[in-house]
């Protein structure tokens, strides 16, 4: 059973339930009681069950727009996770919302490196202007089509939109896509082939599937001097180039 409790003011509401039990639908509570004498239970049951509580607080967070403490109670409870560990979880992701939605839509505009250098931090302060509930946000994995938009809706599917012709998403853009509810298609990276390209030049050219095909293009030249030029030598020109953000959190790769 859980090892500690919210006490939360409020219970979840039935709608909150109802998103909680429906995402979970498929394996059920940990808990069944059949009978008086027959009740299903566990560690077991609560073990193969672990991995549903993310789903459980996406359903919650599209419900209600938000994390409620009461929500919460009722994952942890149905899925007898101990309630600091929900906690932990969902205070970790970004997506999940701690207070009460002030918009039915948020707009999240990724402002991480890639999409800050094709001006996510302009396009955030045009969308306040023009009355979005916007919220920066860490890498949202569109980083070739940035600045990179998900619309967080509540009670509907998210939308993503992003750029396809080369230039920046507009603030119309966004309310086409939120008044339609259509994402972005779906595209290769956009840029494949432009002979600008240093890490993604190899796109559309080189057999994914091919070792010789890669080799044949240039592939693991980099390792071979890397290890010529020895460890002290590879961390001092990594550190000295400044390179950051390539595990994704905008931390210095040379240290
Ligand atoms: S840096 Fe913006 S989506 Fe990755």
Do not use: K, N, Y
């Given at each position: 059973m859980p090892d500690l409790y919210f006490g939360a003011a409020a219970d979840a509401t039935e709608a909150e339930k109802a998103a909680i039990d429906e995402a979970i639908a498929g394996w059920g509570p940990v808990t069944v009681r059949v009978s008086e004498r027959l009740?299903?239970?566990?560690?077991?049951?609560?073990?193969?069950?672990?991995?549903?509580?993310?789903?459980?607080?996406?359903?919650?967070?599209?419900?209600?727009g938000w994390i409620s403490p009461g929500g919460l109670d009722h994952a942890c409870r149905v899925l007898e996770v101990p309630p600091a560990e929900g906690y932990g979880v969902a205070t970790f992701y970004h997506l999940f919302t701690h207070e009460p939605p002030v918009a039915t839509?948020?707009?999240?505009?990724?402002?991480?490196?890639?999409c800050r250098l094709v001006g996510a931090i302009d396009l955030i302060d045009d969308l306040r202007a023009e009355g979005h509930h916007v919220k920066a946000s860490p890498?949202?994995?569109?980083?070739?089509?940035?600045?990179?938009?998900?619309?967080?809706?509540?009670?509907r599917s998210d939308v993503t939109v992003a750029a396809v012709d080369g230039g920046p998403v507009t603030p119309s853009e966004v309310a086409v896509a939120v008044g339609s509810g259509a994402s972005t298609p779906s595209v290769t990276v956009p840029q494949a082939g432009d002979p600008g390209l240093r890490l993604l030049s190899r796109i559309g050219v080189v057999d994914p599937t091919s070792l010789e095909d890669y080799r044949t293009h240039g592939g693991y030249l980099?390792?071979?001097?890397?290890?010529?030029m020895g460890g002290d030598r590879v961390i001092a020109e990594v550190t000295t180039a400044g390179l950051s953000g390539?595990?994704?959190?905008?931390?210095?790769?040379?240290i």
């Open positions: 009740v299903h239970a566990g560690l077991t049951r609560a073990r193969e069950r672990r991995h549903l509580l993310l789903p459980a607080l996406h359903a919650l967070q599209r419900a209600a839509d948020t707009v999240h505009v990724c402002d991480d490196v890639a890498c949202l994995g569109q980083c070739e089509r940035g600045p990179a938009i998900m619309v967080q809706r509540t009670g980099a390792l071979d001097a890397s290890v010529a390539r595990g994704g959190a905008a931390f210095p790769t040379g």
